[in-house]
C-alpha cells in the first residue's frame, strides 16, 4: 500500500483525500490519501519522510517551503518557484507544481489572446508564467503595488488599481481571494465594470461558489467558468505523478469527475 497526503494549514476543508482516494478504488490501485494539518512549513520534509509517504500535494500556506525542501523541481515549477506536488522516488524528492498546467487545461476550449490577471499571489505566479510559457502576454493588475515586482522582473505588463485604464481583453481571470469568504470583487466596480463589458470570458479560480467577479461577468454577458475544472485537473496531473503514469489522463479525467459530481462540487 502506497501512502500520500496533503499538508496545508487550514486542511480540513480540502477534497483532494475524496478525489484521489475514490480513483485509486475505481482503478484498483493500492493506494491511500490523507490530511496532515502542517502549522510550520519548514516542517514539511520531516513529516513526509515520517510518514513514509510516497508523494504529496501541498497546498497554502507551504507552496514556497515545498519548493524550497525538494530534492529536485521539475518543469515550470522551477520559474513559479512554488510547488503541489512531491512524488518520492528511490530516496529522493521530486517537485511539481500542477496548478498552472491544471488551469491551462481548464480554459483550453476557449479561444482568446489577450488576458488579464486580477491579483499577483502564488496563484496568479503560476498561472501568468504558464501562459507566458505558452506564448501569451498575460497583463497583470493588483490592489497594491508590492507584489508587482516579482511580473515586473519576468517582463510582465502590470497595473495596480490607480494606474489601470480599462481596456479590451478576452479573458479576464480571478485569482485573487476576493469571494471566498466575503463578498467582495477583486478590484473597483468602475474599473471591472468597463474592463468586463468588452470581455468574451470570466474564470474564477475560486470553485463552488458563484463568486461576485463571477456574477458581475455573467451580469455582462460573458462565458463564465469557476475554479472547479481547474481543481480537477491539477488532480488528474498530481495522480499520473502519483501512479508514475500508469493511467491515461482520460481514464483519471473520467472518474475524479464522477467523484466531483458524487460530491456536488
Ligand atoms: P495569495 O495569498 O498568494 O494571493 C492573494 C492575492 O489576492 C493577492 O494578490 C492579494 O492582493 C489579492 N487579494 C486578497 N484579498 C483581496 C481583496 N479583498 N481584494 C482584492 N485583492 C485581494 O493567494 P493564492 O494565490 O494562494 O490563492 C488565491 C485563490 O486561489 C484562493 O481563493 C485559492 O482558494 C484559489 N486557488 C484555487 C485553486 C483551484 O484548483 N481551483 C488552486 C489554487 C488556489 P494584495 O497583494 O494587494 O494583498
Not at 485573487?176 to 477583486?186: C, F, I
Request: charged fraction near 20%; aromatic fraction near 12%; proline fraction near 4%.
Amino acid at each position: 500500500m502506497r501512502l500520500y497526503a496533503i499538508f496545508g494549514n487550514p486542511v480540513a476543508h480540502s477534497i483532494s483525500p475524496i478525489l484521489h482516494n475514490y480513483t485509486f478504488y475505481k482503478l484498483n490501485f493500492q493506494g491511500c490519501y490523507t490530511k496532515v494539518l502542517l502549522e510550520n512549513g519548514s516542517n514539511l520534509k520531516d513529516r513526509f519522510l515520517a510518514l513514509k509517504l510516497k508523494g504529496a500535494n501541498i497546498t497554502v500556506p507551504h507552496k514556497e517551503w515545498a519548493y524550497k525542501l525538494a530534492d529536485e523541481v521539475v518543469g515550470i515549477a522551477k520559474e513559479i518557484e512554488a510547488l503541489n506536488t512531491w512524488i518520492e522516488k528511490d530516496g529522493k524528492i521530486y517537485g511539481y507544481n500542477t496548478d498552472a498546467p491544471g488551469f491551462f487545461e481548464s480554459v483550453k476550449e476557449f479561444t482568446f489572446q489577450k488576458v488579464l490577471i486580477l491579483g499577483a499571489g502564488g496563484t496568479a505566479k503560476a498561472i501568468a508564467l504558464y501562459l507566458q510559457k505558452e506564448g501569451f502576454s498575460p497583463v497583470i493588475l493588483n490592489r497594491s503595488k508590492t507584489r508587482l515586482a516579482f511580473f515586473q522582473e519576468r517582463g510582465f505588463q502590470t497595473y495596480s488599481w490607480e494606474e489601470f485604464e480599462p481596456t479590451a481583453f478576452d479573458l479576464v481571470i480571478n485569482t485573487t481571494s476576493a469571494g471566498l469568504k466575503e463578498d467582495t470583487l477583486p478590484a473597483p466596480q468602475e474599473l471591472l465594470e468597463p474592463t468586463l463589458s468588452m470581455a468574451r470570458y470570466g474564470v474564477d479560480v475560486i470553485y463552488n461558489k458563484l463568486t461576485p467577479f463571477l456574477a458581475l461577468a455573467q451580469q455582462k454577458g460573458l462565458i463564465t467558468k469557476d475554479g472547479t475544472e481547474m481543481l480537477l485537473y491539477q488532480g488528474v496531473l498530481a495522480f499520473e505523478i502519483f501512479t508514475d503514469f500508469r493511467y491515461t489522463k482520460e481514464e483519471i479525467t473520467h472518474i475524479m469527475r464522477q467523484s466531483l459530481q458524487l460530491l456536488k462540487v
